[in-house]
């Protein structure tokens, strides 16, 4: 059984920054696109980036397209969120999100549909 698990979050001042991972067990990842997804309070969860198999293809939420940079290793076990200039808009609890898919799969639409959650990890830019 696959479990993702995340870490990283915290609290951080308005402009500072934080590097969330996730780190996948139970099986190797590499077919699958990653990607992390948040939920503020009283608010549904909504995509945040996402991240193909091979990992040459990124796509982003317009909220924080060139504030937020996606990763992942090669192993196949582990993808990663840098989030720069963070506001108290960024304040949530972000998940990790991984799907099968095929190698041509557009990454725009590769977490339409998720396999596997993690269990959320907090965000909180105070204001």
């Known amino acids: 059984q696959v479990r993702l698990v995340e870490s990283g979050g915290g609290m951080v001042q308005a402009g500072g920054s934080l590097k969330l991972s996730c780190v996948a067990s139970g099986r190797n990842l590499k077919d699958h696109a990653m990607g992390w997804f948040r939920q503020a309070p009283g608010q549904e969860r909504e995509f945040v980036a996402a991240i193909s198999r091979g990992g040459g293809s990124t796509h982003y939420a317009d909220s924080v397209k060139g504030r937020f940079i996606i990763s992942r290793d090669s192993d196949g076990y582990t993808v990663s969120l840098q989030m720069n200039g963070l506001t108290p808009e960024d304040t949530a609890v972000y998940y990790c999100?991984?799907?099968?898919?095929?190698?041509?799969?557009?990454?725009?639409?590769?977490?339409?549909?998720?396999?596997?959650w993690g269990q959320g990890t907090q965000v909180t830019v105070p204001s």
């Open positions: 999100a991984a799907r099968r898919t095929i190698l041509t799969y557009p990454i725009s639409r590769a977490l339409d549909s998720v396999d596997y």
